[in-house]
């Protein structure tokens, strides 16, 4: 015997079902702002006594965002070759003259591999980005950066800069050899290179989460939980504010 819902008892499942689509979104954003707010334990060696970033020796990094993700970019040099030096085998353009800095960005497989636009985004990726995928790292070109609305300067001791340059050469996953291992033929353009990375991407880690860890590793005072880029950004402001050049 099939059971067939009345009328009233459908408006009300299907007025559950919207509720809870509107209330859980808000819930996260709710919780990203106070876990923006709320500071990381600073733990990372080295990183309790406060550097300046004034100096000769200190380095500007970017954050390059949007509206769903941040690039940790780097100023290319040598230095920054030798750490990673499958980058060159990987088909990046590293001779290109334009060539300033290297974007580095953590996320989900199944969505960070097919979603070069916000068009190219399917619902199949999104939940799995959400429930659960293994990440990868790309690698992306970038010229000359300067701080813009979605573009932010950080300025890092020489000692910080090469903590954090530690702690994103650690985020790749490795094979026996103790080599990156390069996704050939992936890319979702502007002469990028996929690579896999450790750890795990979800709805509470994701790519965001990743670019507050490294920050922290390099000293960098920021939110226990940044997982948008609006959270990662104010906690930036919040809490490290001396590492942000004068007017950002």
């Avoid at 808000?26 to 004034?54: H, K």
């Avoid at 953590?106 to 960070?112: E, I, K, P, T």
């Avoid at 507050?212 to 590793?217: N, V």
Wanted: charged share 15%.
């Amino acid at each position: 015997m099939r059971l067939k819902l009345r009328p009233a008892t459908a408006f009300k499942a299907g007025g559950a079902v919207l509720a809870c689509l509107i209330v859980l979104p808000m819930l996260y954003l709710a919780a990203a702002f106070g876990g923006a707010l709320v500071p990381r334990g600073m733990d990372t060696p080295g990183a309790m006594a406060q550097e300046t970033t004034d100096s000769p020796q200190s380095v500007r990094i970017f954050l390059v965002t949007g509206l769903l993700h941040a690039d940790i970019a780097l100023p290319l040099t040598e230095e920054l070759l030798a750490a990673f030096p499958r980058l060159v085998e990987a088909g990046l353009p590293l001779d290109h003259p334009a060539l300033r800095h290297l974007g580095f960005g953590w996320g989900s497989r199944a969505f960070y591999t097919t979603a070069g636009n916000y068009s190219d985004i399917t619902l199949s990726a999104t939940l799995r980005a959400a429930t659960g995928d293994e990440p990868v790292m790309r690698i992306t070109p970038m010229g000359n950066l300067t701080t813009s609305s979605d573009i932010v300067a950080i300025d890092l001791s020489l000692p910080a800069y090469r903590r954090l340059v530690s702690a994103i050469k650690a985020s790749f996953l490795r094979d026996g050899n103790g080599e990156a291992i390069h996704l050939a033929g992936v890319s979702i353009g502007q002469g990028d290179a996929f690579f896999l990375a450790a750890g795990h991407f979800n709805l509470f880690n994701p790519c965001n989460q990743w670019v507050g860890k490294m920050l922290h590793s390099a000293g960098v005072d920021i939110g226990l939980w940044t997982p948008t880029t609006h959270s990662l950004l104010a906690s930036l402001k919040w809490h490290s504010p001396q590492h942000l050049p004068a007017g950002r």
